[in-house]
């Protein structure tokens, strides 16, 4: 699709050829409007998604004007990772005079499909400047932002092999988790469990990965405890893992991000056991209480604004080079080292130093 061809671009009048309706009839059903069918109204956005028919009114209203937004497609901003991480993006941005516009694919703790295609079809009307992803798309609505040559970059996470030209920034996801199987097998540790959200967020599968391949350097063993991305799901998880597995069985927790921690520590805790003495807990995602709580809480930081501001200033690059939308050029990730912090939770007894803030292990 040209990059600077309207002409190229699908139109009503292409979407109502596939579907045997007029354009103004395409119009009202994609437009939500009354004395359309339901079952017409999804034949239509089917039609639409196929055609890669986006809506383009503000667009040409917008004609010959140069865009300083950028979209944000998030999974799931109840996180205090991604407030962090978009909030420092952010106000990058606004540094530069871009401003953002945030879009959440995540409801009541669930990725939802048909939300996040409207979400994207919403930002592509609006003929943002360019879009920051934080988790794996969907392939169709991945193919019709880079159809429609809007530039991409991807954050804590990797784009997939097809478009590994386009830009990313992460935390090094297995040098995190490597740090965490060290410091595990640095107590003696051997029966390991790894809490983790769907592989849909990209950064689930080298955190795993890595785990895996530190449990067989150490001769450990590893459960994969598999939940949605929120306290509930992994309450449950939990719940029904240590019912099956009595005091001895595990003596190391993994949780791969902070909602799957809360959920870990409530199911601990309601099953009479301590983290940091029945079992080390560790979680990846430094949070502002994780000093506070009883025990302290050890955390791999990935220093998420310094994501968030690295991903903004490549992106600022990208945009003032006037690079294509795929970044010209083979791109790579930029990965951020992180860092463990030890405090209690792992079974780490820092109480003669009373220094509950913990302790530092950079990774190398």
């Known amino acids: 699709?040209?990059?600077?061809?309207?002409?190229?671009?699908?139109?009503?009048?292409?979407?109502?050829h596939l579907t045997g309706l007029s354009p103004?009839?395409?119009?009202?059903?994609?437009?939500?409007?009354?004395?359309?069918?339901?079952?017409?109204?999804?034949?239509?956005?089917?039609?639409?998604?196929e055609a890669g028919y986006v809506a383009n009114q503000l667009a040409r209203s917008l004609k010959g004007n140069s865009s300083r937004t950028i979209g944000i497609l998030a999974g799931g901003t109840g996180n205090q990772y991604y407030a962090m991480l978009i909030g420092a993006f952010d106000q990058a941005l606004r540094a530069a005079n871009f401003q953002s516009i945030l879009a959440d694919t995540v409801a009541d703790g669930s990725y939802g499909r048909e939300r996040e295609t409207r979400m994207v079809s919403a930002l592509l009307e609006q003929r943002v400047a360019a879009i920051m992803v934080t988790y794996s798309l969907a392939p169709d609505n991945l193919k019709l932002i880079t159809d429609w040559d809007i530039?991409?970059?991807f954050v804590d996470c990797v784009p997939p092999k097809r478009y590994a030209r386009y830009p990313a920034v992460a935390c090094d996801n297995e040098q995190a988790s490597q740090l965490v199987g060290d410091h595990f097998a640095s107590h003696g540790y051997r029966k390991w469990a790894f809490v983790g959200y769907p592989k849909r967020w990209g950064s689930r599968v080298p955190r795993e990965r890595a785990f895996l391949g530190a449990a067989r350097r150490h001769g450990a063993t590893v459960d994969v405890i598999e939940t949605g991305n929120d306290p509930v799901t992994s309450y449950e998880a939990m719940s029904r893992y240590l019912a099956g597995h009595p005091a001895g069985t595990v003596d190391a927790i993994y949780c791969a991000n902070t909602p799957l921690l809360q959920g870990t520590l409530r199911a601990v805790s309601q099953d009479g056991r301590r983290a940091g003495i029945d079992f080390g807990v560790i979680a990846c995602d430094e949070f502002e209480?994780?000093?506070?709580?009883?025990?302290?809480?050890?955390?791999?930081?990935q220093h998420t604004q310094d994501i968030g501001r690295a991903?903004?200033?490549?992106?600022?690059?990208?945009?003032?080079?006037?690079?294509?939308a795929d970044g010209g050029r083979a791109a790579s990730a930029q990965l951020i080292s992180p860092t463990l912090i030890v405090r209690q939770s792992c079974g780490c007894d820092l109480t003669s130093a009373d220094d509950s803030s913990g302790m530092s292990l950079a990774g190398t």
């Open 289 to 301: 209480w994780s000093a506070l709580l009883q025990p302290s809480v050890t955390v791999v930081d």
């Open 151 to 153: 530039p991409l970059i």
């Open 311 to 324: 991903a903004a200033a490549k992106l600022l690059d990208e945009l003032a080079e006037g690079r294509p």
């Open 24 to 49: 103004y009839s395409v119009s009202r059903a994609l437009s939500g409007k009354s004395g359309v069918s339901e079952e017409t109204r999804a034949r239509v956005r089917a039609a639409a998604r």
């Open 1 to 16: 699709m040209a990059a600077n061809g309207e002409a190229a671009r699908p139109t009503l009048r292409d979407v109502g």
